[in-house]
């Protein structure tokens, strides 16, 4: 069974995956097995590619980056460079992301 998700970005970066799989496998014509077998193996590539980078699910750590986030946005003067730092390498992260999903898009 399909998964739909919430977010069309998503579904479009799955679908987007999961064409490509098939594309790369030879796979002109794949069949309801054949294109469901590729859309959970995209699934597992997103997700695995979004875990990586936005790191780990610790909430602690999430709520710690809002929050330098936050500063860093909000009042720049007071972060130290560690924080900025820590902002900049989380940016740097999901400008990866869509610089991988826009490569993907061209093929």
Do not use: F, W
């Amino acid at each position: 069974m399909t998964t739909v998700y919430r977010s069309r970005a998503v579904d479009s970066m799955i679908a987007t995956v999961a064409n490509s799989l098939l594309r790369e496998s030879g796979i002109n014509s794949p069949t309801p097995h054949e294109t469901e077998e590729a859309r959970r193996l995209a699934e597992t590539i997103i997700r695995e590619t979004i875990d990586t980078l936005i790191g780990p699910r610790d909430k602690l750590v999430y709520s710690t980056l809002t929050d330098v986030t936050d500063l860093v946005a909000c009042d720049p003067e007071t972060a130290s460079v560690d924080e900025i730092r820590e902002v900049a390498i989380a940016l740097r992260g999901l400008l990866d992301l869509r610089e991988a999903l826009a490569e993907v898009g061209q093929r």
